[in-house]
């Protein structure tokens, strides 16, 4: 887990490293150099082709100090800032994410906020086409009227997706598949840098496989790399990915063709206990009906992964299928190949796109079921053949039933109502102010929810934005905890309570550093007997305390990570020595 993976750690940090597109980094560059810069880009493309990466380019060229022609230099502090994905500035929304929705909605409020530290505020919001429509509607007012210092990045990979209205707002650029022979360079320079032996007919066959995807090559090589240190030969990789995936492939469409849902899902799971990838398997799914439902329909297709040994067993398979049940299938599989990448059961759309397909269509829905993707996708499309009752993945068979995988729908989080236009708040608000009062939150928090309590001593205000405060944390996981909606809605009403007015929060990460006089969370010994004496001066006592950095033992380092205390208080957890 230490380990950073290859893409993450050489994602390029100029325009001269971005790989493949071309056309996109000139009409970048010109339109920095010549100070025409738009308010709003679309970024749209196939996945793994560098569309996030040329947005965080963007965010840091249109900040950085150097002089326009060395943009962005890498060097200056808000180079620096974004390299280390701190900058307060560039704000990066997942779309896809459950906070996604609540993101836009807050990007509406504090979009009129000058920037912290930069020229612009960068927004980035990835995978913008899986916005609701008040989200969208919410966007697309902020696009209407971009306040001058406000940028925005929607990078898609279905642009097909998203509103006109919204598209018409924006300089859209296509992001195109990667060639092959420039995914081989890259990998070979990849390879030189990180000291990895591979032959070039290895590469070849990796950056194949990833058809066009950069970030999908170079994840195949990581992978390839950890096995041994022999080095990686085609041998290798035909045996990792090759023969043995493309037997699976093969194995999965004959129980397809005979409707054996165990057979088939018994093959795809012996796949991924032997590794493979969900997504990757799903995509080999794909290109493989893709080139049966050609066959099938007698277009003249080059079988480019099959060798003309399999050529009798594929033209079986073509027939086996209606051309209309092969289209459906590759849609399904295809579905699975561009579900969002993690996800508590990774292979689940995988197994689902597969019963999905093999069943036959239910009744008074001829061969055509709708199949738009779902709203949510994190929820996987639920088997609509329920009275089949086909056999249960091993893995995905308990969970995917229980309620947190039922449909949460987006709406329902979501009013339909356009958001609040900014207020401007407290302006005597300052995140000094506020951390002088933050045991008195603490306190207040205490008794509402323990563990959110513990978490909070693992952030500090970092910005006061209007009527939102920024929190900045050191550690994702806290981050992520408190922004879960009902944490976050508690502290809210607590801070709004504690400073008589209505304040939202807003979660960041920022780097340890940042955090004033902080290296590790504050001990949390201000017992609630101090809570009526404790005014400012108690807090900022308590706070000089903390700034001398104390050298903390081992264990009361363990005791003062606020989820081990959270664990110690709630639970009745015990920290073993070991
Ligand atoms: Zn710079």
Redesign the pocket.
């Known amino acids: 887990m230490a380990v950073q993976a290859l893409y993450r750690k050489w994602r390029p940090q100029t325009f001269d490293e971005v790989v493949g597109q071309e056309h996109i980094i000139c009409t970048l560059r010109n339109a920095l150099t010549s100070g025409r810069i738009h308010h709003a880009y679309l970024f749209a493309g196939p996945r793994g082709t560098g569309k996030t990466t040329s947005a965080r380019l963007l965010a840091?060229a249109v900040n950085?100090?150097?002089p326009e022609e060395q943009?962005?230099?890498?060097?200056?502090a808000?180079?620096r800032a974004v390299n280390e994905r701190r900058l307060l500035d560039l704000i990066e929304i997942d779309a896809a994410s459950n906070t996604g929705v609540d993101d836009v909605r807050e990007l509406r409020e504090r979009v009129g906020f000058r920037p912290n530290e930069a020229r612009y505020k960068v927004y980035v919001i990835d995978e913008v086409h899986m916005l609701s429509n008040a989200a969208f509607n919410a966007l697309l007012k902020t696009l209407e009227e971009p306040p001058p210092h406000a940028i925005f990045v929607l990078a898609t990979t279905r642009p097909d997706k998203i509103p006109d209205t919204v598209l018409s707002r924006c300089q859209r650029h296509d992001f195109r598949r990667i060639s092959l022979e420039k995914i081989v360079a890259r990998l070979e320079w990849l390879a030189e840098q990180e000291h990895i032996q591979a032959d070039r007919e290895a590469l070849t066959l990796v950056a194949r496989q990833a058809t066009g995807s950069m970030r999908d090559a170079e994840s195949l090589l990581d992978q390839l790399a950890s096995y041994g240190n022999a080095g990686i030969t085609a041998v290798e990789v035909r045996s990792a990915l090759g023969t043995g995936a493309s037997e699976t492939v093969l194995q999965v469409t004959d129980a397809l063709a005979e409707g054996d849902v165990a057979q088939g899902l018994g093959a795809i799971n012996a796949a991924m206990d032997e590794g493979a990838d969900p997504r990757q398997f799903a995509r080999q799914m794909v290109e493989h009906l893709r080139a049966l439902l050609l066959l099938r329909l007698k277009s003249d297709v080059m079988l480019g992964h099959a060798s003309d040994d399999l050529r009798p067993r594929l033209e079986t398979q073509a027939n086996a299928f209606s051309a209309r049940a092969l289209a459906q299938a590759v849609k399904l599989f295809n579905q699975a190949a561009a579900e969002s990448k993690g996800g508590w059961q990774p292979q689940l759309p995988l197994e689902m796109a597969f019963i999905e397909a093999a069943l036959p269509p239910e009744a008074g829905s001829p061969g055509s079921p709708n199949q738009s993707t779902p709203a949510n996708p994190r929820t996987p499309p639920p088997a609509r053949h329920s009275t089949s009752s086909p056999p249960k993945p091993r893995s995905a068979s308990a969970r995917s039933t229980s309620p947190t995988s039922s449909p949460a729908p987006r709406a329902a989080r979501e009013p339909a109502v356009a958001y609040d236009v900014p207020t401007p708040g407290d302006s005597s608000l300052t995140p000094d102010a506020l951390r002088n009062r933050w045991s008195e939150l603490l306190n207040a928090l205490r008794p509402r929810n323990l563990s959110l309590e513990a978490l909070m001593h693992s952030c500090e205000p970092m910005a006061v934005e209007g009527n939102i405060v920024v929190l900045g944390f050191t550690h994702q996981f806290h981050r992520s905890k408190v922004e879960e909606e009902r944490n976050k809605q508690v502290v809210e009403e607590v801070l709004s309570d504690l400073l008589g007015q209505r304040y939202r929060v807003r979660c960041i990460l920022a780097a340890n550093k940042q955090l004033f006089g902080k290296t590790q969370n504050p001990a949390p010994t201000v017992s609630r007997k101090m809570k009526d004496t404790e005014g400012v001066l108690g807090a900022q006592q308590e706070r000089t305390a903390l700034d001398t950095k104390p050298t903390l033992s081992a264990e009361q380092i363990i005791a003062d990570d606020p989820l081990v205390r959270a664990a110690i208080e709630e639970l009745g957890a015990q920290v073993v020595q070991r």
């Open positions: 840091k950085c100090l150097a943009r962005p230099c890498n060097e200056c808000i180079c």
